[in-house]
């Protein structure tokens, strides 16, 4: 929920911690985020769906994080657990939506059990950090020796995209800064490898790019706008390599991002990408960010969106398809 700047409403006194995106201080931003505990729901539809989030689907949610096997890959890169690494490469992003997740529920009220769940898990986290700052299991387990060789599938970026928000969600949701901590720790060395006279490359699944602009929101370090610009620059250069899985438009590396006109490949990249993309532009202004936003916008909700709100029309590779190719059923 926003607030345009002259709109009034009745509000709590405290504000300390903002929303899930926080644009009380984005100085383009037309309208702004209001505090988690600005509103609460006391009744009615969405009660009944916030009840049984907490209630029922975070513990689920948690149950089977440890069924699965996400915690035990943290255990494993910690040097503490027992067993095989449970593939897919991304399982540790898992655990941060989880995170983000009880972050935003513990804004709404104390829930004893929730807390110790989540020290469960942050502290899982904090022990699998490695001492340069580097966090991913997968390859802190399985392929120590090929970290960052693979931006287009790795997924490291997107991991770290995740924690980075699970860790401003927590913060803001309960003024814990263990993994607002260990965020930082990992960003600064992330920028220590990419950037401008540093390694080049751009992650095959956009995320972190958001993440990096809240993170900076959430700890006023310039650096992490400047890394997330930095990613976004480096599309539509070739750098992701030859893509392994459909063509380059498919990871949206066909264009630079302010020369794109029209939404393309996976649409799950796709939207990250240009939430990344806004972002960036509400701290800087950029106009040339704007324009590509309103010609992505306008490609997408006149040509590729269906009626009910939802995008990528194609089955194969989870993609947007042609202009008006929406199908009713297998999308």
């Known amino acids: 929920m926003a607030l345009d700047d002259h709109d009034q409403m009745t509000r709590k006194t405290n504000t300390m911690h903002k929303g899930p995106v926080d644009t009380a201080a984005s100085p383009h931003a037309k309208l702004r985020t209001l505090p988690l505990d600005a509103v609460e729901i006391d009744g009615?539809?969405?009660?009944?769906?916030?009840?049984t989030n907490q209630a029922v689907s975070l513990r689920h949610g948690y149950r089977q994080l440890e069924k699965s096997g996400n915690f035990n890959n943290l255990l494993l890169a910690a040097g503490k657990g027992e067993g095989d690494y449970r593939t897919p490469v991304f399982m540790d992003s898992d655990i941060y939506k989880w995170l983000e997740a009880a972050g935003y529920e513990l804004a709404r009220h104390d829930d004893p059990e929730l807390v110790q769940m989540a020290d469960y898990a942050i502290r899982l986290v904090e022990d699998a950090q490695g001492e340069d700052g580097y966090l991913n299991s997968y390859w802190q387990v399985v392929e120590p020796q090929r970290r960052w060789q693979d931006l287009q599938h790795g997924h490291e970026l997107y991991c770290a995209g995740h924690l980075f928000q699970a860790?401003?969600?927590?913060?803001?949701?309960?003024?814990?800064?263990?993994?607002?901590?260990?965020?930082?720790?990992f960003a600064d060395y992330i920028d220590s490898v990419f950037g401008p006279g540093k390694r080049a490359g751009t992650p095959g699944h956009p995320e972190v790019e958001t993440a990096l602009v809240e993170l900076y929101?959430?700890?006023?370090?310039?650096?992490?706008?400047?890394?997330?610009?930095?990613?976004?620059?480096?599309?539509?250069?070739?750098?992701l390599g030859a893509h392994r899985w459909g063509t380059p438009a498919y990871y949206q590396d066909h264009v630079p991002v302010r020369d794109a006109e029209t939404v393309e490949g996976h649409a799950v990249r796709q939207l990250y990408l240009t939430a990344g993309m806004t972002d960036a532009y509400l701290e800087t202004g950029e106009p040339a960010l704007m324009a590509a936003l309103e010609r992505l916008w306008q490609n997408r909700v006149s040509k590729k969106l269906h009626v009910p709100g939802g995008l990528g029309a194609q089955h194969a590779g989870e993609a947007f398809g042609e202009p008006y190719e929406l199908p009713n059923e297998r999308a």
């Open 44 to 51: 009615g539809f969405w009660k009944r769906w916030q009840d």
């Open 167 to 185: 860790a401003v969600a927590y913060y803001r949701g309960t003024g814990d800064e263990r993994l607002l901590n260990v965020s930082r720790r």
């Open 217 to 239: 929101r959430a700890t006023g370090e310039r650096r992490y706008l400047d890394l997330a610009i930095y990613f976004l620059d480096q599309r539509g250069r070739g750098l």
